[in-house]
Each structure stands twice: as structure tokens, then as C-alpha cells.
């Protein structure tokens, strides 16, 4: 798929898996993409619409921290059970993560291969066991 004449790999099996995540968890767009991902992705991952998005400071300001924690710390707060999916987390991420308050679960995946049924699995047992 191209956007904005760069190419993008998008998983035949993402739609379904999305599909299937919404129904245990409240979906967020999590990426640079930003706003932008409600303009191009419902529509080519089946969603049934727009989904709230986060905005990065792509200055963090905090030594070498991951450029999306701040806004998803703020969108989440310390209580919320949070799972978040990505294909670059860092030791950043990890280190917030069992620092949290708040049941968290990161689940990394592979950029080619994206999200799996592994993944899907592992997230929606998690979220039905809170």
C-alpha cells in the first residue's frame, strides 16, 4: 500500500486481528503517523471508524527515553491497565512499564511480520485474566 507516494506493509491478517483486540481493549493510534492514521487506516484495517489518537514532543526531555511515553503516559494516567504493541520498544519502555502502578503489558513485534496471532493471543488472555 502506498500513502503519500511511501510504501507501507500492512499484514492481510491485521483487520482481523484489530477487530478482535477491540473487543477486549479501548484501540489508540499510537504513531508518528499521528491524526493522520485516522485518514488512511480504518478504512484498509476494516475499523469501523476513527480511533483516538496520541500527539508526540519528539523531544522527550528525559535522558534517553522513548519519543511516545509522555504522551502515553499522559493518556493513560498511572492507573490504567495499558498493553501496548509496537515495533520498537527500548529498555525506556521497559523500565516504565514495571514501574507502572497499573497492570502493563509490551508486546513487541517484528516490522515485517507485524501483528500475529501469537500476539493476539497473548494480549487478549492478559486482558480477560485483570
Known sequence: MFIDGSPHLISAAAPAHLQTLGAD???????GWEERANEYLPGVLGLPGDLPVLSFDR????????WKLAAIEAYA????PLAWLD???NDACRTWATERAAPTLLVETIPHQGITDRHVT???????AL
Not at 59 to 66: I, L
Not at 77 to 80: H, I, K, L, S, Y
Not at 122 to 128: D, F, K, P, V
Open 25 to 31: 481493549f479501548d484501540l489508540v493510534w499510537c504513531t
Open 59 to 66: 523531544n522527550p526531555g528525559r535522558g534517553h527515553a522513548h
Open 77 to 80: 494516567g498511572p492507573d490504567r
Open 87 to 89: 515495533d520498537a520498544l
Open 122 to 128: 497473548r494480549l487478549t488472555t492478559w486482558a480477560r
